[in-house]
């Protein structure tokens, strides 16, 4: 079997992990699964507890900084799916040897800083220099909330007929690192203003604000039935793992999901499909087709766009994309396109 990057294949997280979780204990609501952003399990008195993990990243082209945002508000993503913020963080930190006390001092800084805008309590940290450690994750976190079992949303939950939104742009992320990792190929090929916007659509990477305008500041909307977080596959591979997890077939339309002109130019550049690749910043949001203009009226309220892309459907009409009237079935990957195209352009020397 041919070893792939990125998250583990979903055949192999069903044989391996899925059936083998330790002990089954009656708690927990919500455990492992396919396109579930949380697990959820049951407290005493109507609550439950939420929590997600996700890599840390530590990526020198991008800086410090950014680093340490991407570290919180990737989680912080999965979280939101829920309509609650994360309450409280534990990290573990395997940083390289040769990392700078100096440089980690302005890590951590920024990722205290991230978390306390949010609202995050630090509960917990391992930290290590590690010998040998090369790679740009530099460890894991795990992010969690407490509130209303009956408040709390999992992907799951989403029903057939619900309509499909998709908030912001496809390839939010992609665009944006590749700019900021090929500064002189982007200004070159693409103009310093296009580098310069791209960059600048970074910060976008949080959907944090999404789903909180989408549910309300006080959760206090009950119209919204799940929502996803778009990484790895893009908002296609959203969609896609959305439905599978609720046990439904879903219907998409192209010409409806949107993709801006900077997205499309940075992913042209570096022959992407703007559809398929990493694009956190979007949230995939599911509704009964009577609330989708005042959803989408509650995020523009915002200065959150959302869109209206598709429906889900009975499971036996499968996942389907409409183009000119013509479906077709989507297929999943596991593979994101943007790793390829990221170290292809990094060997041919692209600066």
Not at 40 to 59: C, F, H, I, Q, R
Not at 131 to 160: C, D, H, W, Y
Not at 178 to 183: H, N, T
Not at 235 to 242: C, D, N, P, S, T
Request: aromatic share 8%; proline share 4%.
């Amino acid at each position: 079997m041919e070893d792939k990057l990125g998250k583990i294949d979903h055949h192999l997280f069903e044989q391996f992990i899925s059936t083998k979780c330790g002990k089954q204990r009656e708690e927990v609501f919500a455990g492992p699964q396919f396109g579930v952003d949380v697990s959820v399990v049951d407290l005493p008195g109507e609550m439950a507890m939420a929590m997600t993990s996700d890599p840390l990243s530590l990526v020198p082209t991008l800086g410090l900084e950014e680093s340490a945002w991407l570290s919180v508000q990737l989680m912080a993503n999965d979280m939101a799916t829920t309509g609650f913020a994360p309450m409280y963080g534990q990290f573990v930190l395997n940083l390289p040897s040769t990392f700078p006390k100096s440089e980690f001092k302005i890590y951590w800084e920024y990722i205290h800083q991230f978390c306390a805008r949010i609202g995050i309590a630090i509960t917990g940290v391992h930290t290590g220099f590690i010998e040998g450690q090369n790679s740009t994750i530099a460890g894991g976190g795990t992010f969690i909330t407490i509130a209303p079992k009956s408040k709390i949303l999992i992907s799951k939950a989403a029903r057939v007929g619900d309509a499909i939104l998709v908030t912001k742009t496809c390839a939010i992320s992609s665009a944006a690192i590749l700019a900021m990792s090929f500064p002189e190929t982007i200004k070159q090929k693409l103009g310093v203003e296009t580098y310069h916007e791209a960059c600048s659509t970074f910060y976008q990477t949080s959907s944090l604000e999404d789903a909180l305008a989408a549910v309300g500041k006080n959760n206090e909307h009950d119209d919204i039935t799940a929502m996803h977080d778009v990484t790895e596959g893009g908002v296609m591979g959203a969609i896609y793992e959305l439905a599978t997890a609720s046990g439904h077939g879903a219907t998409i339309y192209n010409d409806r999901l949107p993709i801006g002109r900077l997205q499309k130019e940075v992913c042209a550049l570096f022959s992407l499909d703007p559809r398929h690749c990493i694009g956190a910043g979007s949230m995939i949001i599911t509704c009964g087709k009577q609330a989708v203009a005042e959803v989408i009226q509650r995020l523009g309220a915002q200065n959150i766009d959302c869109v209206e892309v598709g429906e889900l459907v009975e499971k036996k009409s499968g996942i389907m994309l409409v183009d000119k009237h013509v479906p077709s079935e989507v297929v999943y990957t596991e593979d994101d396109p943007y790793w390829a195209a990221f170290f292809e352009a990094f060997k041919s020397g692209w600066k």
